[in-house]
């Protein structure tokens, strides 16, 4: 008897499940490199005071990326996190927010070539 009063306790203390999904995280940034098959990488910038200068300081990281949106080099795009897709490849490009202007003007020419 004391073990189904141990279990029934249990239950109640886990409280209800929620089965709402969980949402990815995004992050925006630049491409500083696409020179791989299906890889982009994107560098996020953001802004930090230092703590005893007090200055604004720029940090960074570079993201290794899945492209299936086939961006160019300054594109600024929308990461998303997902599974592992190799070693380095946690994000995937959800969108591109804004392309660069050498690129559209490349893709504008290579159809009046041929």
Not at 8 to 35: F, L, W, Y
Not at 75 to 92: F, G, I, M, N
Not at 104 to 113: D, G
């Amino acid at each position: 008897m004391t073990m189904a009063k141990n279990a029934e306790t249990m239950i109640q203390r886990a409280g209800p499940t929620t089965d709402r999904p969980k949402t990815p995280k995004s992050v925006v940034g630049r491409v500083v490199s696409n020179k791989m098959q299906k890889t982009v990488v994107v560098a996020v910038e953001w802004t930090i005071i230092h703590p005893q200068y007090k200055k604004v300081v720029r940090r960074s990281t570079r993201y290794m990326a899945h492209d299936d949106h086939h961006c160019g080099m300054g594109d600024l795009v929308q990461l998303a996190e997902t599974r592992p897709l190799s070693k380095r490849k946690r994000w995937r490009v959800a969108s591109i927010l804004e392309r660069t202007a050498g690129e559209t003007e490349k893709t504008a020419q290579e159809p009046a070539a041929s």
